[in-house]
């Protein structure tokens, strides 16, 4: 029974690889299966986590005037977001209002994480450097020489003196250099943990082909 239920997903993993020799049928086959299970997972976890529990706080909210207009908000605000799916431009555009919303918090989000995840990590990192070795001395110079080319390397104006802009040309060329190393570590990382999944779904077939050997 075990290798049965395992046969599945090593029929998924085999359906998935067939997208080396192209787009074929099995491969849009897993792909809207993935598709189709991850939506109907997120529903049912959005269901059981977002829309019951706020309808159930409503219903309990009944009594309280102000407290239901509160818990009202964000269905008002779904609703809006509904109006888009009619098409009719004289009620879309009520959609715009929650999408401003969400769009505005969600940049505020970026930019503080940006800010509390890598500014100020960067710069209470160099407060805190051991200065005892060159090592972490030079260390602490290549932090914070590559943190401030890389912002200066995003000058969107140019001075009229001709001397000045090709200080800002040299800043700015440095700066895309520290970003193209960042982005070749950051590849380097995807590449390897694309390696690591592979390998394991490599060794899941192996073993289940194993397991259907010793069986038989």
């Known amino acids: 029974m075990d290798i049965a239920i395992t046969f599945i997903p090593v029929v998924l ?3 998935v690889f067939s997208r080396v020799i192209g787009d074929t049928p099995a491969f849009r086959l897993v792909q809207y299966l993935f598709v189709g299970v991850a939506l109907g997972y997120a529903f049912v976890v959005v269901y059981h986590q977002v829309l019951r529990p ?8 009944s009594g309280q005037p102000a407290l239901v207009t509160w818990q009202l908000i964000p269905f008002v605000l779904a609703a809006l977001l509904l109006t888009r799916v009619s098409g009719q431009q004289t009620s879309s555009w009520l959609a715009n209002i929650p999408l401003a919303l969400v769009f505005g918090v ?19 990192d160099f407060t ?3 200065f005892s070795s060159p090592v972490t001395i030079l260390g602490s110079i290549v932090l914070v020489t590559g943190s401030i080319v890389t912002l200066l390397s995003f000058s969107l104006t140019r001075p009229s003196d001709p001397q000045r802009q090709r200080q800002i040309d040299l800043v700015t060329r440095l700066g895309r250099w520290v970003l193209l190393l960042a982005f070749g570590f950051f590849l380097a990382g995807s590449v390897s943990s694309y390696l690591t999944a592979l390998n394991e779904r490599l060794l899941f077939i192996i073993d289940w082909v194993r397991a259907v050997s010793g069986s038989s």
């Not at 706020?54 to 909210?61: G, P, S, T, Y």
């Not at 505020?108 to 710069?123: E, R, Y």
């Open 106 to 124: 969600g940049a505020a989000l970026v930019v503080g994480g940006a800010i509390a995840g890598t500014i100020l990590p960067q710069v209470l």
């Open 128 to 130: 805190r450097a051991d």
């Open 13 to 15: 993993t085999l359906l």
């Open 54 to 61: 706020a309808v159930v706080d409503l219903v309990a909210a």
